[in-house]
């Protein structure tokens, strides 16, 4: 504990590993397969398939990773919503809440117990096996949430364990050190893709920017979590083998030192004013 942020502030990363409460685990997992099955059974084209998967008895990850099949491959736009009611659920929420990590993120966020921590997610990276769509290329959080200055990326696996073989998480470490770095802006992964609906916006850092950094290679096991700074240049990679993996990101964050007054974290000033308002005052 007394390193963590001597770590943190010098490599931009830092992994937690077999911290996750295995019963809260188990908990977020019902829960997500509750989620799904509830939302989508709800289409009858599909119903009574969707329902024999969520009755049966193979592992919940093969469960949601065969429902989510169908509908990749019938009804995408279902998914889309599916992703937004995640984010709403207080059970998912509740796999970060214990007192180490608690103690841990004000640690690295450099705040004391009576500033108050704010929670955005979970969000839930699904990562089909061979398909680009659902990729990030080289990225900073910090140009998502331009106006934030002071959150957490919280990133880990669920189900199964992460690698490059099925689809992880690159970071340059020492990156968070850099100044500003440019982007492009577009949406898609690739020119075949470029500015279909439903695709992520990527606001892509070129890579010979940061190509002299090494590369911190996201394989992790369940239960353990990686935290990396708000401007850590990161991207995710293609699932290569034959089977889904997924993996839940949160962003921890306090307000304090944000020259904003909205109550949306991704607040931007690219879109709108950012609700700012004449002599703030806040900390360098």
């Not at 140009?143 to 919280?154: A, D, E, Q, V």
Request: with cysteine.
């Amino acid at each position: 504990m007394k390193n963590i942020s001597h770590i943190f502030d010098k490599n931009g990363i830092i992994t937690f590993h077999q911290c996750l409460n295995k019963t809260k685990l188990q908990n977020f997992y019902e829960t997500l397969l509750n989620i799904c099955y509830f939302h989508l059974q709800k289409i009858g084209d599909h119903h009574k398939l969707v329902n024999k998967l969520y009755k049966g008895n193979m592992p919940i990850g093969d469960k949601i990773s065969k429902i989510l099949e169908i509908f990749e491959d019938k009804d995408k736009e279902s998914l889309y919503q599916l992703q937004k009611l995640f984010s709403s659920n207080n059970d998912l929420r509740n796999i970060l809440d214990t007192k180490m990590l608690n103690k841990s993120f004000r640690k690295l966020l450099k705040i004391d117990e009576n500033v108050p921590l704010l929670t955005s997610g979970p969000g839930i990276f699904i990562n089909r096996p061979k398909t680009k769509r659902l990729l990030y290329k080289w990225h900073a959080e910090s140009h998502y949430y331009p106006k934030r200055r002071n959150f957490l990326n919280i990133w880990f696996p669920i189900f199964y364990n992460k690698s490059e073989k099925n689809g992880t998480m690159l970071v340059k470490e020492k990156s968070h050190l850099l100044m500003d770095l440019p982007f492009n802006e577009y949406t898609g992964y690739n020119k075949n893709t470029e500015g279909k609906k439903n695709h992520f916006t990527q606001y892509e850092i070129p890579e010979n920017f940061v190509k002299d950094l090494k590369t911190f290679k996201a394989n992790l096991k369940v239960r353990d979590i990686l935290v990396f700074n708000r401007k850590s240049v990161h991207a995710s990679t293609e699932n290569l083998s034959k089977k889904y993996s997924f993996a839940v990101v949160f962003r921890i964050w306090e307000m304090s030192k944000d020259l904003t007054m909205s109550g949306d974290l991704d607040v931007s000033p690219y879109r709108d004013s950012g609700n700012g308002r004449p002599n703030l005052k806040v900390d360098v």
